[in-house]
């Protein structure tokens, strides 16, 4: 408002003004007041149209056309009127064509078309604007047509096959795509097939065709008709046949019923078997008579009995004619036979018989020859007697020594004899105790043919091992003056028994004194005459009578007291002090005690140790007590009490001292210990705890159970380098410690243990490296820088180790002084371990890349600016922000060092704003996540402005150099 009094421009953004104006010269003064009014909402006015149409606004009387798309107006309210906010919102129109063919006729919303032709159909569409539909049309037309067929047994047409006459019809689709009907008028005629079978002597004609073999032919004809004739010919080819036999015979021949007396060629036509021809010619030589001689005589012949008759050599014997028989034909060839029939049986399978051999020539001379065959059996049998065996005497002190419980002979046997049965005697002599004997069984075995077999001995050995029946009686007795009194086995015997008698009883104690007093278990034993023992346990009773048993000499031992203890727990622990003493009577001791330690506590009167400490270390508390006979003071003795406080660092139960992975990091102490970068102080990161105690052993935050491991990309990256990739994954503690060893089951018992990786091969191994990958990044730096990737850890080393487990307390997620986790401790860290070049898949600290930094490095050239159209923030790291980047051909730039004084403004569809930024993408002024839009709204006026709605937004980016905004839309994908 500018004030005509004094030309003064007042601004309404100074709120409420007054001004005093002095008149001159008794003028009146002249007073403004100014009110400034807030700004009112803005009238919103909402409209939709279709792309065809136009709306005239009566604010600005403007006509707005839906051709030119959604139209946003901002009119601006005169002095403090409201301004006005228009929101044209165009649906657009729609136009469709479709190319389509049809047969005959197409029916198409309600409209029938018979002709090819283009066609218009108007409707309104689904958001009510006009829709025109163009069909451009073909049709096509269906055909008929009519064939006549004659045919043999079927007709196959269009994959359908007819056998019978008929008129058939096929409905088909013709070359158009269109229905085709096609008449077929059939006339079916048939084939016909004929079997023959003949049986034919050399050859069979049938249709011109000779066959001279068997076989089944088959010759293929024509009906009358035209049609198929199959002839199928079955066929069997039999031989004539011819023959030549030569013949040389005694005076005659007598062949088919024909008789022969003259040498001489003679034929002979007969039908064989086949019913064919047969031709036969003999050619025979008629011979005259002469005498037979004996050339050698029949050898007589005497072998080993076999048991069997001797069947082969008997045969054999027969065979060669008595082994050396022979004589010459007067004519033709010699025919021997003998009269054997069977031999004259002798002893077991022995025997002989004389046989006569006769010869015979073709014409039935003869002469003979006699010899005699002989078995004998001069072999003697064999046998095995049974094996020396021990038996033992029974309840009444008797023994069983028959065959059923020592063994019988069950081998015999003989070559000519097999009915054996071995036969035995028994020398008896007394063993050494009286239910032990020895006894010398011989065995015999002889043949029916009179051979005897060597004798054979088996020695049986009876043994006494029933073990005596302890019988025992209780007993009180009293104290003699002495202070001692005795008893004898007998005083317990209550009638032990044996079955063969008793050798010795004894006692187990047979002296008492006033340490007896009360009730003894006496133990009986009894031993019998061959050393076998039982027992029975009788009580006595001692009492002290008139005796004062106090002076019996008092023996303080040595007590010893073992606690483990973790991380968590308080150390505690009793004993009595006196359970193990001797001596102590009924009159009872008094118990000193000096130098009792700190945390230590001791009851004099009943001996009760109990030790408490609330600090965790390993100790050993020694001391002394001593204790003195009521009765007799001068009867004392003295002990040593030890404490032993074992730590048992990881909580798994089992003590340091016994421990092979005391830190439960899956790394053994021993290798650990021999890894040590520090060998004196076995420290490697001199944080005052040894490497097999620390979890942390280079103090990166990374812990060493993860260090040391590989995963399936690291070991083949590791490969690569020229170290050896184990072929595995990273496998944490399962928490487990199957065999009490303290080395968690993961690395014990399923074996998922190696050398650990050293990445850079610097002989340094990486749960002791520094810098893992030689990078020149340090490991706590790369293991830590998630967001933003830019070298710079995300979280710093404050050096407290509160749980002294050796990991830092910014790193550390469990607190092990109030509860040591078992397999989780050793990797609880907070640490992201990301891998932010997501190249190869090998975590940054082990990974050599080193990311750009904005300023060094190679000189962008070549970059755009590339704006997302969609984002997704739904926490899986990826596109979870509106985030604007540079895309470079070399060297890299960042939006917040090219644009650190960016601004962004968005709308959604109704124009209103829901979200702005200054300093937009800058994180050198807000963290990554606060830097980029995350899909909420900052606008305190909007419904659910935690979580924008799934939807289209519109953006105006303003860069802040001066150059013009750009404008575009975001898919948020809520």
Same mark, same amino acid.
């Given at each position: 408002?500018?004030?005509?009094?004094?030309?003064?421009?007042?601004?309404?953004?100074?709120?409420?003004?007054?001004?005093?104006?002095?008149?001159?010269?008794?003028?009146?003064?002249?007073?403004?007041?100014?009110?400034?009014?807030?700004?009112?909402?803005?009238?919103?006015?909402?409209?939709?149209?279709?792309?065809?149409?136009?709306?005239?606004?009566?604010?600005?009387?403007?006509?707005?056309?839906?051709?030119?798309?959604?139209?946003?107006?901002?009119?601006?309210?005169?002095?403090?009127?409201?301004?006005?906010?228009?929101?044209?919102?165009?649906?657009?129109?729609?136009?469709?064509?479709?190319?389509?063919?049809?047969?005959?006729?197409?029916?198409?919303?309600?409209?029938?078309?018979?002709?090819?032709?283009?066609?218009?159909?108007?409707?309104?569409?689904?958001?009510?604007?006009?829709?025109?539909?163009?069909?451009?049309?073909?049709?096509?037309?269906?055909?008929?047509?009519?064939?006549?067929?004659?045919?043999?047994?079927?007709?196959?047409?269009?994959?359908?096959?007819?056998?019978?006459?008929?008129?058939?019809?096929?409905?088909?689709?013709?070359?158009?795509?269109?229905?085709?009907?096609?008449?077929?008028?059939?006339?079916?005629?048939?084939?016909?097939?004929?079997?023959?079978?003949?049986?034919?002597?050399?050859?069979?004609?049938?249709?011109?065709?000779?066959?001279?073999?068997?076989?089944?032919?088959?010759?293929?004809?024509?009906?009358?008709?035209?049609?198929?004739?199959?002839?199928?010919?079955?066929?069997?080819?039999?031989?004539?046949?011819?023959?030549?036999?030569?013949?040389?015979?005694?005076?005659?021949?007598?062949?088919?019923?024909?008789?022969?007396?003259?040498?001489?060629?003679?034929?002979?036509?007969?039908?064989?078997?086949?019913?064919?021809?047969?031709?036969?010619?003999?050619?025979?030589?008629?011979?005259?008579?002469?005498?037979?001689?004996?050339?050698?005589?029949?050898?007589?012949?005497?072998?080993?009995?076999?048991?069997?008759?001797?069947?082969?050599?008997?045969?054999?014997?027969?065979?060669?004619?008595?082994?050396?028989?022979?004589?010459?034909?007067?004519?033709?060839?010699?025919?021997?036979?003998?009269?054997?029939?069977?031999?004259?049986?002798?002893?077991?399978?022995?025997?002989?018989?004389?046989?006569?051999?006769?010869?015979?020539?073709?014409?039935?001379?003869?002469?003979?020859?006699?010899?005699?065959?002989?078995?004998?059996?001069?072999?003697?049998?064999?046998?095995?007697?049974?094996?020396?065996?021990?038996?033992?005497?029974?309840?009444?002190?008797?023994?069983?020594?028959?065959?059923?419980?020592?063994?019988?002979?069950?081998?015999?046997?003989?070559?000519?004899?097999?009915?054996?049965?071995?036969?035995?005697?028994?020398?008896?002599?007394?063993?050494?105790?009286?239910?032990?004997?020895?006894?010398?069984?011989?065995?015999?075995?002889?043949?029916?043919?009179?051979?005897?077999?060597?004798?054979?001995?088996?020695?049986?050995?009876?043994?006494?091992?029933?073990?005596?029946?302890?019988?025992?009686?209780?007993?009180?007795?009293?104290?003699?003056?002495?202070?001692?009194?005795?008893?004898?086995?007998?005083?317990?015997?209550?009638?032990?028994?044996?079955?063969?008698?008793?050798?010795?009883?004894?006692?187990?104690?047979?002296?008492?004194?006033?340490?007896?007093?009360?009730?003894?278990?006496?133990?009986?034993?009894?031993?019998?005459?061959?050393?076998?023992?039982?027992?029975?346990?009788?009580?006595?009773?001692?009492?002290?009578?008139?005796?004062?048993?106090?002076?019996?000499?008092?023996?303080?031992?040595?007590?010893?007291?073992?606690?483990?203890?973790?991380?968590?727990?308080?150390?505690?622990?009793?004993?009595?002090?006196?359970?193990?003493?001797?001596?102590?009577?009924?009159?009872?001791?008094?118990?000193?005690?000096?130098?009792?330690?700190?945390?230590?506590?001791?009851?004099?009167?009943?001996?009760?140790?109990?030790?408490?400490?609330?600090?965790?270390?390993?100790?050993?508390?020694?001391?002394?007590?001593?204790?003195?006979?009521?009765?007799?003071?001068?009867?004392?003795?003295?002990?040593?009490?030890?404490?032993?406080?074992?730590?048992?660092?990881?909580?798994?139960?089992?003590?340091?001292?016994?421990?092979?992975?005391?830190?439960?990091?899956?790394?053994?102490?021993?290798?650990?210990?021999?890894?040590?970068?520090?060998?004196?102080?076995? @420290?490697? /990161?001199? #944080? *005052?705890?040894? $490497?097999?105690?620390?979890?942390?052993? %280079?103090? &990166? =935050? !990374?812990? +060493?159970?993860?260090?040391?491991?590989?995963?399936?990309?690291?070991?083949?990256?590791?490969?690569?380098?020229?170290?050896?990739?184990?072929?595995?994954?990273?496998?944490?503690?399962?928490?487990?410690?199957?065999?009490?060893?303290?080395?968690?089951?993961?690395?014990?018992?399923?074996?998922?243990?190696?050398?650990?990786? @050293?990445? /850079?091969? #610097? *002989?340094?191994? $990486?749960?002791?490296?520094?810098?893992? %990958?030689? &990078? =020149? !990044?340090? +490991?706590?730096?790369?293991?830590?820088?998630?967001?933003?990737?830019?070298?710079?850890?995300?979280?710093?080393?404050?050096?407290?180790?509160?749980?002294?487990?050796?990991?830092?307390?910014?790193?550390?997620?469990?607190?092990?002084?109030?509860?040591?986790?078992?397999?989780?401790?050793?990797?609880?860290?907070?640490?992201?371990?990301? /891998?932010? #070049?997501?190249?190869?898949?090998?975590?940054?600290?082990?990974? %050599?890349?080193?990311?750009?930094?904005?300023?060094?490095?190679?000189?962008?050239?070549?970059?755009?600016?590339?704006?997302?159209?969609?984002?997704?923030?739904?926490?899986?790291?990826?596109?979870?922000?509106?985030?604007?980047?540079?895309?470079?051909?070399?060297?890299?730039?960042?939006?917040?060092?090219?644009?650190?004084?960016?601004?962004?403004?968005?709308?959604?569809?109704?124009?209103?704003?829901?979200?702005?930024?200054?300093?937009?993408?800058?994180?050198?002024?807000?963290?990554?996540?606060?830097?980029?839009?995350?899909?909420?709204?900052?606008?305190?006026?909007?419904?659910?402005?935690?979580?924008?709605?799934?939807?289209?937004?519109?953006?105006?980016?303003?860069?802040?150099?001066?150059?013009?905004?750009?404008?575009?839309?975001?898919?948020?994908?809520?």
């Amino acid at each position: 408002y500018t004030w005509t009094v004094d030309g003064v421009e007042y601004l309404g953004t100074d709120g409420d003004t007054t001004v005093h104006y002095e008149g001159a010269n008794c003028a009146p003064d002249t007073i403004l007041n100014i009110t400034v009014n807030d700004e009112p909402q803005p009238i919103v006015t909402n409209v939709t149209i279709c792309s065809n149409e136009t709306y005239t606004w009566n604010v600005d009387g403007v006509e707005y056309f839906g051709t030119d798309g959604d139209t946003t107006v901002h009119y601006e309210g005169n002095n403090c009127a409201a301004d006005s906010l228009l929101n044209i919102t165009v649906l657009q129109t729609t136009e469709a064509s479709i190319d389509t063919t049809v047969c005959d006729i197409l029916t198409f919303n309600d409209s029938i078309y018979t002709e090819s032709g283009t066609y218009e159909q108007h409707f309104t569409n689904a958001v009510g604007c006009d829709s025109m539909l163009t069909i451009n049309l073909t049709v096509l037309e269906s055909t008929f047509e009519t064939i006549n067929r004659i045919v043999c047994d079927q007709l196959t047409i269009n994959d359908s096959t007819y056998t019978e006459s008929g008129q058939y019809i096929q409905n088909l689709t013709n070359a158009a795509g269109c229905d085709s009907t096609l008449t077929i008028n059939l006339t079916v005629n048939e084939s016909s097939e004929l079997t023959l079978t003949e049986i034919a002597c050399d050859s069979y004609e049938l249709n011109d065709s000779v066959y001279t073999e068997s076989g089944t032919y088959v010759q293929n004809l024509q009906t009358e008709a035209g049609c198929d004739l199959t002839v199928t010919l079955n066929l069997t080819i039999r031989r004539s046949t011819e023959e030549i036999i030569e013949r040389t015979v005694c005076n005659q021949l007598r062949i088919n019923n024909t008789l022969y007396t003259q040498s001489g060629t003679y034929t002979q036509n007969l039908t064989n078997a086949a019913g064919c021809d047969s031709t036969l010619i003999i050619r025979l030589t008629v011979l005259s008579e002469d005498p037979v001689e004996l050339t050698s005589d029949a050898s007589d012949l005497t072998v080993e009995c076999d048991g069997n008759g001797n069947l082969e050599d008997l045969n054999n014997w027969l065979q060669t004619i008595g082994g050396t028989g022979a004589a010459q034909a007067g004519f033709g060839t010699i025919n021997w036979t003998n009269d054997f029939e069977a031999l004259t049986p002798g002893c077991c399978n022995t025997g002989s018989v004389l046989v006569t051999f006769t010869a015979y020539d073709e014409c039935q001379n003869s002469v003979s020859t006699s010899a005699t065959f002989t078995i004998v059996d001069s072999e003697a049998p064999a046998f095995t007697a049974p094996e020396d065996i021990t038996i033992y005497s029974g309840e009444e002190c008797q023994y069983d020594a028959s065959v059923e419980a020592t063994g019988d002979v069950t081998d015999e046997s003989d070559a000519c004899c097999p009915e054996l049965d071995a036969t035995y005697t028994d020398v008896v002599e007394q063993g050494a105790c009286a239910g032990e004997w020895v006894i010398t069984r011989t065995w015999n075995l002889a043949d029916a043919c009179g051979n005897q077999a060597e004798p054979q001995v088996q020695i049986i050995t009876v043994m006494d091992t029933v073990a005596p029946v302890a019988v025992c009686n209780n007993l009180t007795i009293q104290l003699q003056e002495n202070g001692m009194v005795s008893i004898t086995a007998d005083d317990l015997n209550g009638g032990s028994t044996d079955n063969c008698g008793i050798d010795t009883v004894f006692i187990s104690q047979y002296d008492f004194t006033c340490g007896d007093l009360g009730t003894n278990e006496v133990t009986l034993t009894v031993v019998d005459n061959c050393g076998n023992t039982s027992t029975c346990t009788a009580e006595v009773t001692v009492e002290a009578g008139d005796v004062d048993c106090g002076q019996e000499r008092l023996i303080a031992q040595p007590d010893v007291l073992t606690l483990v203890v973790c991380p968590g727990g308080i150390v505690n622990g009793s004993i009595n002090l006196l359970t193990n003493d001797e001596g102590i009577g009924t009159s009872g001791i008094t118990m000193s005690a000096d130098n009792i330690p700190d945390n230590v506590q001791v009851n004099l009167i009943d001996g009760e140790l109990l030790y408490a400490n609330e600090e965790l270390s390993e100790a050993v508390i020694q001391f002394t007590y001593t204790i003195c006979s009521n009765a007799n003071p001068e009867n004392c003795s003295t002990a040593e009490v030890t404490i032993h406080i074992q730590l048992d660092t990881d909580c798994d139960g089992v003590p340091n001292v016994i421990d092979i992975d005391d830190d439960d990091d899956g790394i053994l102490d021993i290798h650990e210990d021999q890894n040590a970068l520090n060998q004196q102080t076995l @420290d490697s /990161d001199g #944080d *005052g705890i040894v $490497d097999r105690l620390d979890i942390d052993s %280079d103090n &990166d =935050g !990374i812990p +060493d159970n993860i260090e040391w491991q590989q995963t399936i990309a690291e070991g083949i990256q590791y490969a690569e380098n020229g170290g050896v990739d184990q072929g595995l994954d990273y496998y944490p503690p399962l928490g487990t410690d199957s065999n009490g060893d303290g080395w968690d089951d993961q690395y014990d018992a399923l074996g998922v243990y190696y050398d650990p990786v @050293d990445m /850079d091969l #610097d *002989g340094i191994p $990486d749960y002791l490296d520094e810098d893992a %990958d030689g &990078d =020149g !990044i340090a +490991d706590y730096i790369e293991g830590w820088d998630a967001t933003p990737h830019d070298t710079i850890a995300d979280v710093d080393y404050i050096g407290t180790d509160t749980d002294g487990d050796g990991l830092d307390d910014a790193y550390d997620s469990y607190d092990t002084s109030l509860e040591w986790l078992h397999g989780l401790n050793a990797i609880g860290t907070n640490a992201p371990l990301q /891998d932010s #070049d997501t190249i190869i898949g090998v975590r940054d600290w082990r990974d %050599d890349y080193v990311p750009s930094i904005p300023g060094e490095g190679e000189e962008a050239e070549g970059c755009e600016l590339f704006i997302p159209d969609g984002f997704s923030p739904n926490g899986d790291t990826y596109n979870d922000y509106f985030e604007i980047i540079f895309t470079c051909e070399t060297g890299d730039l960042l939006f917040e060092v090219e644009y650190p004084d960016a601004k962004i403004e968005i709308f959604n569809r109704w124009g209103n704003k829901v979200y702005e930024k200054a300093n937009y993408g800058n994180t050198q002024r807000w963290s990554y996540q606060d830097a980029w839009w995350d899909g909420k709204s900052t606008n305190k006026m909007q419904v659910g402005r935690d979580n924008l709605p799934t939807a289209t937004y519109f953006y105006i980016l303003y860069l802040g150099d001066g150059s013009k905004p750009i404008t575009g839309s975001i898919f948020l994908n809520n």
